[in-house]
């Protein structure tokens, strides 16, 4: 794996934290978070974070592409099946620990 951005830390930094936070709010949701740079092998200039329920095999997926840094691309997806279109856009400065908390508990709450 190459170099982690500044972005993707900072975005894996926040998520740790968020993280954290959900562990000791709900007993129930113990998500799981990735980065993968697969997509650089593929030839997109790009990084995806993961955050997984094994509960309820729900995924939230967060892009950042290398041509806009100050963007986040993101969706609400299952862990079963390829993410469809229709991502989202996010100002990088909003995409804040807050917002992945509220994201998490919100989405991930929800049982099967």
Same mark, same amino acid.
Request: contains cysteine; hydrophobic residues 40%.
């Given at each position: 794996m190459?170099?982690l951005?500044?972005? %993707?830390e900072l975005?894996?930094e926040q998520?740790?934290?968020a993280h954290?936070?959900? $562990? ?7 998500? %799981? =978070?990735?980065?993968? $740079?697969n !997509? /650089? +092998?593929?030839? =997109?200039?790009?990084?995806? !974070?993961?955050i @997984?329920?094994?509960? +309820? /095999?729900?995924? =939230?997926?967060?892009i950042l592409? @290398?041509q806009q840094? @100050? =963007?986040?691309?993101y969706? *609400?997806a299952? !862990? @079963?099946?390829?993410?469809e279109?229709? *991502?989202? +856009?996010?100002? *990088?400065?909003?995409?804040?620990e807050k /917002?992945?908390?509220q ?9 099967l």
């Amino acid at each position: 794996m190459s170099e982690l951005s500044k972005e %993707l830390e900072l975005l894996w930094e926040q998520a740790s934290e968020a993280h954290t936070a959900i $562990q000791r709010d709900f007993s129930d949701i113990d998500p %799981l =978070i990735g980065v993968s $740079q697969n !997509m /650089r +092998t593929q030839g =997109i200039p790009a990084d995806v !974070m993961t955050i @997984d329920c094994l509960r +309820t /095999r729900k995924r =939230i997926i967060v892009i950042l592409h @290398d041509q806009q840094p @100050d =963007i986040v691309s993101y969706q *609400f997806a299952d !862990m @079963d099946s390829d993410p469809e279109g229709g *991502f989202e +856009t996010l100002a *990088f400065e909003n995409v804040t620990e807050k /917002r992945i908390y509220q994201w998490i508990a919100e989405y991930f709450k929800n049982p099967l």
